[in-house]
Protein backbone atom coordinates (compact mmCIF):
# COMPACT_ATOMS: atom_id res chain seq x y z
CA UNK A 1 0.00 0.00 0.00
CA UNK A 2 1.68 3.11 -1.33
CA UNK A 3 1.96 6.11 1.39
CA UNK A 4 2.75 9.33 0.70
CA UNK A 5 5.71 11.62 2.10
CA UNK A 6 2.94 14.06 4.13
CA UNK A 7 0.60 10.64 5.06
CA UNK A 8 3.91 8.74 6.96
CA UNK A 9 4.08 12.05 9.17
CA UNK A 10 0.96 12.72 9.78
CA UNK A 11 0.56 8.33 10.69
CA UNK A 12 4.14 8.55 12.51
CA UNK A 13 2.45 11.85 14.66
CA UNK A 14 3.73 11.74 18.14
CA UNK A 15 0.88 12.83 21.13
CA UNK A 16 4.41 14.59 22.63
CA UNK A 17 4.35 17.06 19.79
CA UNK A 18 7.41 15.71 18.56
CA UNK A 19 6.28 14.75 15.16
CA UNK A 20 8.95 14.74 12.77
CA UNK A 21 12.12 14.71 14.65
CA UNK A 22 14.50 16.69 13.41
CA UNK A 23 17.32 15.28 11.41
CA UNK A 24 20.11 16.23 13.99
CA UNK A 25 18.15 14.53 16.98
CA UNK A 26 19.53 10.65 16.44
CA UNK A 27 22.94 12.38 14.28
CA UNK A 28 25.68 9.82 14.62
CA UNK A 29 28.30 12.34 15.16
CA UNK A 30 29.11 13.71 18.18
CA UNK A 31 26.08 14.89 20.04
CA UNK A 32 24.49 15.99 23.77
CA UNK A 33 23.80 12.43 25.64
CA UNK A 34 20.47 11.14 26.42
CA UNK A 35 19.89 11.46 30.06
CA UNK A 36 17.71 8.28 30.17
CA UNK A 37 15.96 6.11 27.05
CA UNK A 38 13.05 4.43 27.40
CA UNK A 39 12.36 1.53 25.18
CA UNK A 40 8.24 1.10 24.72
CA UNK A 41 5.51 2.88 25.76
CA UNK A 42 3.67 0.74 27.79
CA UNK A 43 3.08 0.28 31.45
CA UNK A 44 6.47 0.55 32.56
CA UNK A 45 7.76 2.67 30.29
CA UNK A 46 5.36 5.38 30.88
CA UNK A 47 5.86 5.24 34.66
CA UNK A 48 9.50 5.35 33.98
CA UNK A 49 9.27 8.18 31.88
CA UNK A 50 6.65 10.12 33.80
CA UNK A 51 8.73 9.36 37.23
CA UNK A 52 12.13 10.46 35.53
CA UNK A 53 10.80 13.88 33.75
CA UNK A 54 9.31 14.66 37.55
CA UNK A 55 12.82 14.22 39.02
CA UNK A 56 14.45 16.56 36.35
CA UNK A 57 15.80 14.20 33.70
CA UNK A 58 14.81 14.47 30.05
CA UNK A 59 13.59 11.46 28.96
CA UNK A 60 13.42 10.25 24.89
CA UNK A 61 10.63 7.17 24.52
CA UNK A 62 11.55 5.39 21.57
CA UNK A 63 8.14 2.97 20.35
CA UNK A 64 7.85 0.91 17.64
CA UNK A 65 4.34 1.23 16.84
CA UNK A 66 2.82 4.08 15.57
CA UNK A 67 1.08 7.01 17.65
CA UNK A 68 -2.64 6.63 17.02
CA UNK A 69 -3.54 10.10 17.22
CA UNK A 70 -4.44 10.46 13.59
CA UNK A 71 -7.77 9.57 12.50
CA UNK A 72 -8.51 7.22 9.22
CA UNK A 73 -10.44 7.73 6.20
CA UNK A 74 -13.79 6.91 8.38
CA UNK A 75 -12.89 9.50 10.46
CA UNK A 76 -11.60 6.87 13.25
CA UNK A 77 -8.60 6.12 14.83
CA UNK A 78 -9.39 2.49 15.78
CA UNK A 79 -10.86 0.02 13.46
CA UNK A 80 -14.30 -1.93 15.12
CA UNK A 81 -13.39 -5.53 16.06
CA UNK A 82 -15.91 -6.70 13.88
CA UNK A 83 -14.45 -5.13 10.61
CA UNK A 84 -10.66 -5.30 10.98
CA UNK A 85 -8.76 -3.36 8.18
CA UNK A 86 -5.47 -1.86 7.55
CA UNK A 87 -4.75 -0.64 11.34
CA UNK A 88 -5.64 -3.89 13.05
CA UNK A 89 -2.43 -6.11 12.33
CA UNK A 90 0.99 -5.50 13.03
CA UNK A 91 2.32 -6.53 9.61
CA UNK A 92 0.60 -8.95 8.99
CA UNK A 93 -1.42 -9.43 5.28
CA UNK A 94 -4.38 -11.76 6.82
CA UNK A 95 -5.55 -11.39 10.37
CA UNK A 96 -5.23 -14.02 13.31
CA UNK A 97 -8.14 -13.10 15.51
CA UNK A 98 -8.20 -15.01 18.79
CA UNK A 99 -11.34 -16.42 18.27
CA UNK A 100 -10.96 -17.96 14.19
CA UNK A 101 -14.43 -19.19 13.75
CA UNK A 102 -18.22 -18.60 14.27
CA UNK A 103 -21.20 -20.63 13.82
CA UNK A 104 -18.73 -22.83 11.57
CA UNK A 105 -17.60 -20.23 9.59
CA UNK A 106 -13.79 -18.77 9.23
CA UNK A 107 -13.58 -15.52 10.87
CA UNK A 108 -10.10 -14.50 9.57
CA UNK A 109 -9.88 -12.18 5.92
CA UNK A 110 -6.82 -10.66 4.03
CA UNK A 111 -5.98 -6.90 5.10
CA UNK A 112 -2.86 -4.72 3.41
CA UNK A 113 -0.01 -4.84 4.97
CA UNK A 114 0.55 -1.96 7.55
CA UNK A 115 2.32 -1.15 11.12
CA UNK A 116 -1.33 -1.85 12.62
CA UNK A 117 -2.27 -2.17 16.44
CA UNK A 118 -2.51 -5.42 17.36
CA UNK A 119 0.45 -8.23 17.27
CA UNK A 120 -0.25 -11.54 16.83
CA UNK A 121 3.32 -13.05 17.30
CA UNK A 122 4.15 -16.90 16.42
CA UNK A 123 6.27 -18.81 18.49
CA UNK A 124 6.85 -22.70 17.98
CA UNK A 125 3.62 -23.51 20.40
CA UNK A 126 1.60 -20.36 21.13
CA UNK A 127 0.69 -17.00 19.46
CA UNK A 128 1.39 -13.79 21.61
CA UNK A 129 -0.70 -11.24 21.53
CA UNK A 130 0.54 -7.21 22.06
CA UNK A 131 -0.54 -4.30 21.49
CA UNK A 132 1.69 -2.07 18.88
CA UNK A 133 1.75 1.92 19.09
CA UNK A 134 2.21 4.81 21.49
CA UNK A 135 0.59 3.13 25.07
CA UNK A 136 1.22 -0.45 24.48
CA UNK A 137 -0.84 -3.03 25.67
CA UNK A 138 -3.20 -0.22 27.18
CA UNK A 139 -4.36 0.26 23.19
CA UNK A 140 -6.01 -3.01 23.18
CA UNK A 141 -6.32 -4.61 26.49
CA UNK A 142 -9.88 -4.84 27.95
CA UNK A 143 -9.08 -2.23 31.30
CA UNK A 144 -9.74 -5.74 33.65
CA UNK A 145 -7.59 -3.70 36.05
CA UNK A 146 -7.48 -6.21 39.38
CA UNK A 147 -4.63 -5.95 42.57
CA UNK A 148 -3.78 -9.65 43.14
CA UNK A 149 -5.71 -10.85 46.62
CA UNK A 150 -2.89 -10.17 49.13
CA UNK A 151 -2.29 -13.94 50.01
CA UNK A 152 -1.50 -14.50 46.51
CA UNK A 153 1.20 -11.90 45.99
CA UNK A 154 4.06 -13.86 47.63
CA UNK A 155 3.69 -16.46 45.00
CA UNK A 156 3.97 -13.66 42.35
CA UNK A 157 6.50 -11.64 43.00
CA UNK A 158 8.22 -13.46 46.52
CA UNK A 159 11.24 -11.20 47.03
CA UNK A 160 9.42 -8.00 47.16
CA UNK A 161 7.96 -6.63 50.39
CA UNK A 162 4.11 -7.23 50.11
CA UNK A 163 2.86 -4.35 52.44
CA UNK A 164 4.59 -1.41 50.71
CA UNK A 165 3.34 -2.64 47.15
CA UNK A 166 -0.28 -2.75 49.10
CA UNK A 167 0.52 0.21 51.23
CA UNK A 168 2.30 2.65 48.77
CA UNK A 169 2.88 1.05 45.09
CA UNK A 170 -0.78 -0.47 44.14
CA UNK A 171 -2.60 2.50 45.37
CA UNK A 172 -0.31 4.99 43.59
CA UNK A 173 -0.82 2.97 40.38
CA UNK A 174 -4.56 2.25 40.78
CA UNK A 175 -4.44 6.41 40.98
CA UNK A 176 -2.49 6.71 37.98
CA UNK A 177 -3.91 4.10 35.94
CA UNK A 178 -7.79 6.33 36.39
CA UNK A 179 -9.09 2.79 37.89
CA UNK A 180 -13.05 2.69 38.93
CA UNK A 181 -15.67 0.41 39.53
CA UNK A 182 -19.16 0.14 37.51
CA UNK A 183 -22.51 1.30 39.37
CA UNK A 184 -23.62 -2.17 40.64
CA UNK A 185 -27.16 -0.78 40.15
CA UNK A 186 -26.77 0.75 36.66
CA UNK A 187 -24.91 -3.15 36.13
CA UNK A 188 -27.85 -5.04 37.06
CA UNK A 189 -30.29 -3.17 34.55
CA UNK A 190 -28.10 -2.34 31.70
CA UNK A 191 -28.70 -4.46 28.88
CA UNK A 192 -24.90 -4.56 27.58
CA UNK A 193 -24.41 -6.44 31.02
CA UNK A 194 -26.34 -9.63 30.54
CA UNK A 195 -24.02 -11.79 29.23
CA UNK A 196 -22.43 -11.08 32.85
CA UNK A 197 -25.45 -11.29 34.56
CA UNK A 198 -26.14 -14.68 33.15
CA UNK A 199 -22.38 -15.73 33.77
CA UNK A 200 -23.22 -14.63 37.36
CA UNK A 201 -26.41 -16.91 37.64
CA UNK A 202 -24.34 -19.72 36.69
CA UNK A 203 -21.22 -19.39 38.88
CA UNK A 204 -23.44 -18.98 42.05
CA UNK A 205 -25.72 -22.01 41.12
CA UNK A 206 -22.93 -24.16 40.98
CA UNK A 207 -20.92 -22.35 44.46
CA UNK A 208 -18.31 -20.18 42.61
CA UNK A 209 -17.15 -16.81 43.96
CA UNK A 210 -18.56 -14.35 41.42
CA UNK A 211 -16.60 -11.20 41.92
CA UNK A 212 -16.53 -7.51 40.00
CA UNK A 213 -13.66 -6.74 38.84
CA UNK A 214 -12.45 -2.62 38.68
CA UNK A 215 -11.69 -1.61 35.25
CA UNK A 216 -10.09 1.68 33.78
CA UNK A 217 -13.18 2.77 31.27
CA UNK A 218 -15.22 5.60 32.04
CA UNK A 219 -18.52 4.43 33.64
CA UNK A 220 -19.56 7.69 33.33
CA UNK A 221 -19.28 7.42 29.06
CA UNK A 222 -20.19 4.26 28.87
CA UNK A 223 -23.88 5.31 30.79
CA UNK A 224 -24.22 8.06 28.15
CA UNK A 225 -23.27 5.29 25.61
CA UNK A 226 -26.44 2.89 26.87
CA UNK A 227 -28.83 5.95 26.69
CA UNK A 228 -27.64 7.33 22.69
CA UNK A 229 -26.02 10.34 23.94
CA UNK A 230 -22.14 9.82 22.91
CA UNK A 231 -20.47 7.90 20.15
CA UNK A 232 -20.16 4.19 20.77
CA UNK A 233 -17.24 2.46 21.54
CA UNK A 234 -17.46 -0.28 24.33
CA UNK A 235 -21.09 -0.46 23.71
CA UNK A 236 -19.92 -0.87 19.48
CA UNK A 237 -17.70 -3.53 20.41
CA UNK A 238 -14.72 -1.89 20.00
CA UNK A 239 -11.57 -3.35 22.28
CA UNK A 240 -9.39 -5.53 20.08
CA UNK A 241 -8.20 -2.84 18.12
CA UNK A 242 -8.31 0.12 20.09
CA UNK A 243 -11.31 2.10 21.76
CA UNK A 244 -12.36 5.75 19.97
CA UNK A 245 -13.53 6.59 23.15
CA UNK A 246 -14.49 5.50 26.85
CA UNK A 247 -11.09 4.24 28.17
CA UNK A 248 -8.27 5.65 30.17
CA UNK A 249 -5.17 4.10 28.35
CA UNK A 250 -1.70 5.00 28.91
CA UNK A 251 -2.43 8.19 26.16
CA UNK A 252 -4.61 9.56 28.53
CA UNK A 253 -2.99 8.90 32.15
CA UNK A 254 0.94 8.52 32.48
CA UNK A 255 1.73 10.00 28.94
CA UNK A 256 -0.13 12.43 29.30
CA UNK A 257 1.28 13.64 32.36
CA UNK A 258 4.50 12.76 30.79
CA UNK A 259 3.67 15.18 28.49
CA UNK A 260 3.21 18.11 30.46
CA UNK A 261 6.51 18.00 32.11
CA UNK A 262 7.62 19.38 28.90
CA UNK A 263 10.94 16.68 29.12
CA UNK A 264 10.05 13.71 26.96
CA UNK A 265 9.80 13.41 23.76
CA UNK A 266 8.38 10.15 22.32
CA UNK A 267 9.56 8.87 18.53
CA UNK A 268 6.97 6.28 17.19
CA UNK A 269 7.71 3.56 14.29
CA UNK A 270 11.27 3.55 15.95
CA UNK A 271 12.82 0.68 16.70
CA UNK A 272 15.67 -0.09 18.61
CA UNK A 273 18.23 -2.80 17.35
CA UNK A 274 21.53 -2.80 19.99
CA UNK A 275 22.50 -1.43 22.94
CA UNK A 276 26.09 -1.95 24.08
CA UNK A 277 28.63 0.11 25.90
CA UNK A 278 29.91 3.19 24.78
CA UNK A 279 33.79 4.41 25.06
CA UNK A 280 33.11 7.31 26.84
CA UNK A 281 30.63 5.59 29.52
CA UNK A 282 26.67 5.26 29.03
CA UNK A 283 25.52 3.01 26.00
CA UNK A 284 25.44 3.59 22.34
CA UNK A 285 21.91 2.20 20.89
CA UNK A 286 21.12 2.18 17.48
CA UNK A 287 17.47 2.72 16.24
CA UNK A 288 15.80 1.59 12.95
CA UNK A 289 13.47 3.96 11.71
CA UNK A 290 10.13 2.12 10.17
CA UNK A 291 7.53 2.99 7.64
CA UNK A 292 3.85 1.89 7.86
CA UNK A 293 4.65 -1.19 5.68
CA UNK A 294 7.19 -1.58 8.45
CA UNK A 295 10.11 -0.88 6.44
CA UNK A 296 13.39 0.61 7.73
CA UNK A 297 13.78 4.21 5.77
CA UNK A 298 17.33 4.90 8.11
CA UNK A 299 19.32 3.96 10.62
CA UNK A 300 20.63 6.31 13.73
CA UNK A 301 22.68 5.81 16.85
CA UNK A 302 22.12 7.56 19.55
CA UNK A 303 24.58 7.88 23.13
CA UNK A 304 22.46 7.37 26.32
CA UNK A 305 23.72 7.83 30.10
CA UNK A 306 20.92 5.09 31.17
CA UNK A 307 19.10 2.80 29.08
CA UNK A 308 15.30 1.54 30.27
CA UNK A 309 14.07 -1.87 28.81
CA UNK A 310 10.09 -1.56 28.52
CA UNK A 311 9.32 -3.26 25.33
CA UNK A 312 7.28 -5.73 26.89
CA UNK A 313 7.85 -9.27 28.45
CA UNK A 314 8.98 -10.55 24.66
CA UNK A 315 10.40 -7.22 23.28
CA UNK A 316 12.63 -6.84 26.05
CA UNK A 317 13.21 -10.39 26.68
CA UNK A 318 13.94 -11.07 22.75
CA UNK A 319 16.14 -7.95 22.50
CA UNK A 320 18.52 -8.59 25.75
CA UNK A 321 18.50 -12.41 24.46
CA UNK A 322 20.26 -11.78 21.38
CA UNK A 323 22.91 -8.50 23.01
CA UNK A 324 23.71 -11.20 25.07
CA UNK A 325 24.56 -13.71 22.62
CA UNK A 326 26.15 -11.72 19.74
CA UNK A 327 28.28 -9.78 22.94
CA UNK A 328 27.05 -7.01 22.12
CA UNK A 329 25.72 -6.86 26.31
CA UNK A 330 28.91 -9.33 27.13
CA UNK A 331 27.77 -8.94 30.97
CA UNK A 332 24.24 -9.77 30.63
CA UNK A 333 23.97 -13.35 33.30
CA UNK A 334 22.95 -16.48 32.20
CA UNK A 335 19.15 -16.29 33.33
CA UNK A 336 18.25 -13.57 30.12
CA UNK A 337 15.36 -15.11 28.74
CA UNK A 338 14.33 -17.38 31.31
CA UNK A 339 11.12 -17.82 33.18
CA UNK A 340 8.46 -16.77 30.67
CA UNK A 341 5.43 -17.83 30.79
CA UNK A 342 1.68 -17.45 29.61
CA UNK A 343 -0.45 -16.32 32.57
CA UNK A 344 -2.22 -19.73 32.35
CA UNK A 345 -4.17 -17.87 29.89
CA UNK A 346 -7.04 -20.23 28.23
CA UNK A 347 -10.23 -19.84 27.01
CA UNK A 348 -13.42 -21.64 26.13
CA UNK A 349 -17.44 -21.06 25.71
CA UNK A 350 -20.53 -22.74 26.81
CA UNK A 351 -23.50 -23.14 24.93
CA UNK A 352 -26.45 -21.94 26.53
CA UNK A 353 -30.26 -22.97 26.84
CA UNK A 354 -32.47 -20.86 24.96
CA UNK A 355 -34.34 -19.31 28.04
CA UNK A 356 -30.14 -18.38 29.40
CA UNK A 357 -29.94 -15.56 26.79
CA UNK A 358 -26.68 -13.31 26.77
CA UNK A 359 -27.79 -10.48 24.77
CA UNK A 360 -27.39 -9.28 21.69
CA UNK A 361 -25.71 -5.90 22.85
CA UNK A 362 -22.49 -7.21 24.81
CA UNK A 363 -20.82 -4.27 25.89
CA UNK A 364 -16.69 -4.61 24.94
CA UNK A 365 -15.06 -4.08 29.21
CA UNK A 366 -15.57 -6.90 31.28
CA UNK A 367 -16.94 -6.85 34.86
CA UNK A 368 -16.68 -9.49 36.83
CA UNK A 369 -14.95 -12.79 36.97
CA UNK A 370 -15.13 -16.56 38.57
CA UNK A 371 -12.84 -16.79 41.36
CA UNK A 372 -12.03 -20.53 41.82
CA UNK A 373 -8.21 -19.99 42.54
CA UNK A 374 -7.70 -21.41 45.93
CA UNK A 375 -9.66 -24.67 45.26
CA UNK A 376 -8.96 -25.34 41.57
CA UNK A 377 -6.26 -23.02 40.61
CA UNK A 378 -8.25 -21.16 38.29
CA UNK A 379 -9.93 -17.69 37.91
CA UNK A 380 -12.14 -16.46 34.99
CA UNK A 381 -13.35 -13.44 33.49
CA UNK A 382 -16.75 -13.64 32.16
CA UNK A 383 -15.98 -12.04 28.74
CA UNK A 384 -17.95 -10.70 25.93
CA UNK A 385 -19.01 -12.19 22.98
CA UNK A 386 -19.52 -8.66 20.98
CA UNK A 387 -20.96 -9.93 18.04
CA UNK A 388 -24.13 -7.88 17.42
CA UNK A 389 -26.68 -10.94 16.91
CA UNK A 390 -28.30 -13.29 19.96
CA UNK A 391 -25.71 -16.32 20.66
CA UNK A 392 -27.01 -18.35 23.32
CA UNK A 393 -22.96 -18.57 24.88
CA UNK A 394 -21.25 -17.73 27.66
CA UNK A 395 -17.14 -17.06 27.08
CA UNK A 396 -14.38 -16.83 29.29
CA UNK A 397 -10.80 -15.99 29.74
CA UNK A 398 -9.09 -18.44 32.44
CA UNK A 399 -5.95 -17.38 33.99
CA UNK A 400 -4.83 -20.31 35.85
CA UNK A 401 -1.93 -21.76 37.95
CA UNK A 402 0.09 -23.31 35.33
CA UNK A 403 3.71 -24.21 36.44
CA UNK A 404 5.13 -24.40 33.08
CA UNK A 405 8.62 -21.86 31.86
CA UNK A 406 9.77 -20.86 28.72
CA UNK A 407 13.14 -19.74 27.65
CA UNK A 408 13.77 -17.49 24.68
CA UNK A 409 17.67 -18.64 22.95
CA UNK A 410 19.24 -16.92 20.18
CA UNK A 411 19.34 -19.18 16.82
CA UNK A 412 22.29 -17.68 14.70
CA UNK A 413 21.70 -19.77 12.11
CA UNK A 414 18.31 -18.60 11.21
CA UNK A 415 19.26 -14.67 12.84
CA UNK A 416 16.42 -15.11 15.44
CA UNK A 417 15.35 -15.44 18.68
CA UNK A 418 12.97 -18.89 19.37
CA UNK A 419 11.04 -19.66 22.53
CA UNK A 420 10.43 -22.78 23.47
CA UNK A 421 6.91 -23.19 24.65
CA UNK A 422 4.82 -26.36 23.72
CA UNK A 423 1.23 -26.11 23.28
CA UNK A 424 0.92 -29.23 25.44
CA UNK A 425 1.97 -27.44 28.22
CA UNK A 426 -1.33 -25.85 28.30
CA UNK A 427 -2.87 -29.29 30.10
CA UNK A 428 -2.25 -27.59 33.17
CA UNK A 429 -4.00 -24.67 32.52
CA UNK A 430 -7.11 -26.51 30.39
CA UNK A 431 -7.48 -28.68 33.77
CA UNK A 432 -7.30 -26.04 36.10
CA UNK A 433 -10.58 -24.14 34.02
CA UNK A 434 -12.34 -27.61 33.74
CA UNK A 435 -12.79 -27.31 37.56
CA UNK A 436 -15.23 -24.56 36.92
CA UNK A 437 -16.54 -25.41 33.80
CA UNK A 438 -17.25 -29.16 34.29
CA UNK A 439 -19.19 -28.41 37.20
CA UNK A 440 -21.20 -25.57 35.46
CA UNK A 441 -21.92 -27.78 32.48
CA UNK A 442 -23.08 -30.29 34.35
CA UNK A 443 -25.36 -28.11 37.02
CA UNK A 444 -26.82 -25.92 34.29
CA UNK A 445 -26.82 -29.00 31.55
CA UNK A 446 -24.64 -27.37 28.83
CA UNK A 447 -22.01 -28.07 26.88
CA UNK A 448 -18.71 -27.00 25.51
CA UNK A 449 -18.85 -24.83 22.14
CA UNK A 450 -17.08 -25.82 19.84
CA UNK A 451 -17.22 -23.46 16.87
CA UNK A 452 -15.05 -20.77 18.65
CA UNK A 453 -11.05 -22.18 18.08
CA UNK A 454 -11.24 -24.22 14.90
CA UNK A 455 -13.22 -27.56 14.03
CA UNK A 456 -14.53 -29.59 17.21
CA UNK A 457 -11.98 -27.72 19.35
CA UNK A 458 -13.15 -26.50 22.77
CA UNK A 459 -10.16 -25.50 24.43
CA UNK A 460 -8.20 -22.37 23.16
CA UNK A 461 -5.01 -22.89 24.11
CA UNK A 462 -3.07 -21.30 21.46
CA UNK A 463 -2.76 -18.16 22.61
CA UNK A 464 -1.47 -15.86 25.46
CA UNK A 465 -2.97 -12.21 25.83
CA UNK A 466 -0.62 -12.03 29.25
CA UNK A 467 3.20 -12.73 28.54
CA UNK A 468 4.90 -12.22 31.93
CA UNK A 469 9.15 -12.89 32.41
CA UNK A 470 12.06 -13.28 30.26
CA UNK A 471 14.15 -11.31 32.63
CA UNK A 472 13.30 -12.03 36.00
CA UNK A 473 13.55 -9.28 38.89
CA UNK A 474 16.13 -11.03 41.03
CA UNK A 475 17.64 -13.28 38.75
CA UNK A 476 18.00 -11.53 35.59
CA UNK A 477 18.62 -8.26 37.37
CA UNK A 478 18.54 -7.17 40.89
CA UNK A 479 16.04 -6.49 43.51
CA UNK A 480 14.58 -3.23 41.65
CA UNK A 481 15.25 -4.16 37.54
CA UNK A 482 19.27 -3.62 37.59
CA UNK A 483 20.30 -5.78 34.98
CA UNK A 484 23.65 -7.40 36.20
CA UNK A 485 26.77 -6.75 34.12
CA UNK A 486 25.94 -3.56 32.99
CA UNK A 487 25.45 -0.17 35.60
CA UNK A 488 22.88 2.10 33.96
CA UNK A 489 20.85 -0.87 32.19
CA UNK A 490 17.55 -1.23 33.53
CA UNK A 491 14.26 -3.75 33.32
CA UNK A 492 10.92 -2.24 33.95
CA UNK A 493 8.32 -3.98 32.26
CA UNK A 494 6.52 -7.36 32.80
CA UNK A 495 9.42 -9.29 31.87
CA UNK A 496 10.28 -8.83 35.69
CA UNK A 497 7.41 -10.83 36.76
CA UNK A 498 8.01 -14.77 36.33
CA UNK A 499 5.45 -16.24 34.16
CA UNK A 500 2.00 -15.69 35.94
CA UNK A 501 0.08 -12.81 38.11
CA UNK A 502 -2.88 -14.60 39.15
CA UNK A 503 -4.85 -12.13 37.39
CA UNK A 504 -5.12 -9.71 34.91
CA UNK A 505 -1.38 -8.12 35.21
CA UNK A 506 -1.39 -4.47 34.13
CA UNK A 507 -2.02 -3.37 37.69
CA UNK A 508 0.74 -5.00 38.99
CA UNK A 509 2.97 -4.40 36.29
CA UNK A 510 2.66 -0.84 36.99
CA UNK A 511 2.50 -0.56 41.06
CA UNK A 512 6.21 -2.72 40.44
CA UNK A 513 7.44 0.04 38.12
CA UNK A 514 6.50 2.61 40.74
CA UNK A 515 8.63 0.86 43.08
CA UNK A 516 11.39 0.49 40.98
CA UNK A 517 11.83 3.58 39.66
CA UNK A 518 11.76 5.57 42.86
CA UNK A 519 14.35 3.41 44.53
CA UNK A 520 16.70 4.20 41.15
CA UNK A 521 15.69 7.53 41.04
CA UNK A 522 16.64 7.87 45.01
CA UNK A 523 20.03 5.70 44.61
CA UNK A 524 21.12 6.11 41.26
CA UNK A 525 20.48 9.26 40.21
Given amino acids: MAVSRRGFITGTGSIFGALALPSHAFASTAQARIPALVIGTGYGGSVAALRLAQAGVDVRMVEMGMAWDT ?7 FAN ?6 RSFWLRTRTKQPLSQFLGFPLDKDVPRHTGILDAEEFGGITVYQGRGVGGGSLVNGGMAVTPRRENFGAILPSVDAGEMYDVYYPRANAGLGVNHVDPAWWESAACYQYARVGRKHAQRSGFPFVFVPNVYDWEYMKQEAAGSVPRSALAGEVLYGNNHGKKTLQKTYLAQARATGRVTVSPLHKVTSVSPASGGGYTVVVDRLDTAGNTTSTETVLADRVFFAAGSVGTSKLLTRLRATGALPGLNGEIGKGWGDNGNVMCGRANHMWDATGKLQSSMPTAGIDNWDAGGAFAEVAPLPTGIETYASFYLSITKNPHRAEFSWNPTAGRVELNWQTAWKQPSINAAKTIFDRINAKEGTIYRTDLFGAYKIWGDH ?3 HPLGGAVLGRATDNYGRLHGHPGLYVIDGALIPGNASVNPFV ?15 ADL
Fill in 71 to 77: PGPDGKI
Fill in 81 to 86: TTTPDH
Fill in 508 to 522: TITALAERNIEKIIA
Fill in 463 to 465: LTY
